[in-house]
């Protein structure tokens, strides 16, 4: 089992998901030989709290992973609590072997490192490639067209040992691919899990000599097109091993674009907002499961999310779920190798703690809202926006005056969701 999550990634960044300029033929071909989502979430906004909730299967606010800083800083006292089980620790106890390669930025602290969170391997960055600027770094080097080489003195760490320092980021793509390569190739007589975690296209951007410049999309474009090389050669070793039959690879992003950025921010298609928002370009992602001969070329609309990954992964495997925790996913194995569709179940937009909004069918409802960066509060809204997001993907027209017993309907189910939640400790300081 492969999940390969990109950084910043918006829903229009790719040209499978209608992407205009950015090449990304390996992606391409996945999803036309796989199943692509086309209405598939990832359970936060920005970073820390979205890959917590993908490796646990929980929404943040249950494992603690919110906080005034929003996600996890090279000072932060906080991590993914050792009581949460991943996905990778839930497989382990199956003989899987394990490994995580590239970003992981959910803690640096003992009990939230990835040995100490199910990995057998661990291979990348500890946060985010944008974290330790050196001293005298100019303002606004992250967002440049040409960042400077030597402005992050962020580590590259192999089993929690320091490899290099700072880690070479024009590099980093590819040396993720090798190792995400190897591990494939030593494990292929046995089952296996790999979590590849790419630093980009989070800024600063940078690609190796091979990308750079080639891409009508700038530096953003090239970064993309050597992400998507990336796939291609993981894709390519599990069918020259003959694996690709009996693995599941999942490609998705961790949250949308991040649009202050500019043309290094990438886009969300005919979404809105991005990066660090509740509306639709913020939380709705590129999605991509693949699997020759288990799962048919197709093209879904159901509703589905990055928590569902968990039960999906230990329903495959015949693994027990972890006990005494609520689970916030569902097991797409039907969906995936049947094509049977899902119950019509609620989805929860949180950013931090608090609650913004709420899918149900194709109904979204917006209790709050706040651009992704720059509104110091957000609007409240009393009933709350209602969009039809089969009509209105981009939501911009509230039609809540129409349907007051749809908006009943999803506070009803807020309501419930809400009784059931319990926070966990506040791990962002």
Not at 238 to 267: C, H, Y
Request: proline content about 8%; glycine content about 12%; charged content about 20%.
């Amino acid at each position: 089992m492969v999940v390969i999550f990109a950084d910043d990634l918006g829903y229009g960044d790719l040209g499978c998901y209608g992407s205009p300029t950015i090449r990304t033929p390996h992606l391409d071909r996945m999803a036309a030989e796989g199943m692509r989502f086309t209405d598939f979430y990832v359970a936060s906004e920005v970073c820390s709290p979205s890959r917590a909730a993908l490796l646990t299967g929980r929404y943040p606010i249950r494992s603690g992973m919110y906080g005034p800083r929003r996600v996890l800083f090279p000072n932060s006292k906080g991590g993914l609590p050792d009581s949460e089980i991943t996905i990778a620790e839930a497989l382990k106890a199956k003989g899987y072997a394990t490994a995580h390669v590239g970003k992981w930025h959910l803690g640096i602290h003992e009990g939230s490192r990835p040995l100490e969170q199910g990995f057998d391997l661990s291979v990348g960055l500890p946060y985010s490639n944008d974290m330790d600027g050196r001293p005298g770094l100019p303002k606004g080097s992250s967002g440049s067209p040409n960042p400077p080489e030597d402005g992050w003195n962020v580590p590259l760490m192999r089993n929690g040992e320091i490899i290099e320092q700072p880690a070479k980021q024009t590099a980093l793509t590819r040396r993720y691919t090798e190792e995400a390569v190897k591990f494939i190739e030593s494990n292929k007589q046995k089952p296996f899990f790999l979590y590849m975690a790419h630093s980009f296209p989070h800024v600063p951007l940078f690609a190796s000599p091979a990308f750079k410049g080639k891409s009508r999309a700038g530096i953003f474009g090239d970064a993309v097109e050597e992400l998507d090389w990336s796939v291609g050669e993981v894709l390519d070793c599990l069918r020259k091993q003959g694996l690709a039959e009996n693995t599941l690879v999942f490609f998705t992003s961790d949250n949308g674009p991040w649009l202050i950025m500019g043309d290094q921010g990438g886009s969300a298609g005919p979404l809105k907002d991005g990066k660090g928002s509740t509306w639709e370009g913020g939380m709705r992602v590129p999605g991509i499961a693949w699997m020759p001969g288990r799962i048919q070329p197709t093209v879904s609309s159901v509703m589905t999310q990055s928590m569902d990954l968990l039960p999906t992964f230990l329903a495959m495997a015949g693994a027990d779920k972890p006990q005494g925790v609520t689970l916030d996913g569902e097991d797409l194995s039907s969906l995936l190798f049947e094509g049977s569709p899902l119950p019509e179940r609620p989805f929860f937009f949180y950013r931090g703690d608090k609650l913004y909004a709420c899918r149900l069918g194709e109904w979204k409802a917006h209790f709050k809202t706040q651009t992704g960066y720059g509104q110091a509060k957000p609007d409240l809204y009393e009933p709350p926006l209602l969009f039809h997001l089969g009509k209105d993907p981009s939501e911009k027209r509230d039609v809540a005056a129409q349907y007051p017993e749809v908006v009943a309907q999803i506070q009803k189910a807020v309501e419930a969701h809400q009784a059931g939640v319990v926070p966990g400790k506040m791990q962002f300081d």
